[in-house]
């Protein structure tokens, strides 16, 4: 297996842009998690869905940020406008069952300038 | 509410020598506790778990992890450290949701460096 795959790498943009994040799980993890890790915040959990329904969302910091799981194998995290306070590592980690491990792939280094 | 504490920033060791990283906990109920390792430019790496059974729990890469309830820690541990060892360590504990969810609280992280 692949591992947990997000795209794109890197993403550098102007602030009041739109932002997509995009990530595929690992097959047959029924839990997906978006983390955001910042110097001042540390690892921060956003949002996670369970069977491709949103189970906790607290986490989100405002309406400017939305997270979809239209199907088991690929979620998106959209940050419309976004601001340079969004600047941060955004990671996607999914699991296996309750309580279990979660494998998180290799992020998104976002820069809003 | 479930915490997880990281006293230290930064580990240094030597080459050789042991190394611990320090956790404490606050939690209501029965912990379940994780560690996880953080390369550079990496996502997080899963080590070792511990929700039932023995205190001392083994872990990925030589790394274990003793629960101790009565001092509510769950250090990570290793009698040899690496070179390649050095990277993020982060200790987490799991916070329940309602409804039968949970989440992980994840800690500050401490750096581990090991000098040759």
């Known amino acids: 297996d692949a591992g947990v795959i997000q795209s794109p790498r890197h993403e550098v943009t102007e602030m009041g842009q739109e932002v997509t994040l995009r990530c595929k799980p690992i097959?047959?993890?029924?839990?997906l998690f978006w983390y955001r890790q910042t110097m001042m915040r540390g690892l921060e959990l956003l949002i996670y869905?369970?069977?491709?329904?949103?189970?906790?969302d607290s986490g989100m910091p405002e309406d400017r940020f939305s997270a979809k799981m239209p199907n088991a194998s690929f979620s998106t995290l959209k940050i419309q406008p976004s601001e340079p306070r969004d600047s941060a590592v955004y990671f996607c980690?999914?699991?296996?069952?309750?309580?279990?491990?979660?494998?998180f792939g290799p992020g998104t280094r976002l820069t809003v300038l | 509410a479930q915490s997880v504490a990281q006293p230290e920033d930064q580990v240094n060791v030597a080459e050789g020598n042991p190394l611990t990283v320090k956790c404490t906990y606050s939690?209501?109920?029965?912990?379940?506790l994780f560690w996880y390792v953080q390369y550079p430019n990496r996502g997080l790496q899963f080590l070792l778990k511990?929700?039932?059974?023995?205190?001392l729990v083994k872990g990925s890469y030589g790394f274990e992890a003793e629960f101790n309830k009565s001092q509510t820690s769950f250090h990570l541990k290793k009698p040899s450290a690496l070179v390649s060892d050095s990277a993020l360590y982060f200790c987490?504990?799991?916070?329940?949701?309602?409804?039968?969810?949970?989440?992980?609280?994840f800690g500050a992280g401490t750096r581990l460096a090991v000098h040759p």
């Open positions: 980690a999914s699991s296996f069952l309750r309580d279990n491990e979660q494998f």
């Open positions: 097959s047959g993890h029924d839990y």
């Open positions: 869905f369970n069977n491709n329904v949103p189970i906790d």
């Open positions: 939690v209501s109920g029965n912990p379940y």
């Open positions: 511990y929700i039932t059974g023995d205190n």
């Open positions: 987490a504990v799991r916070a329940p949701l309602g409804g039968g969810y949970n989440k992980l609280i």
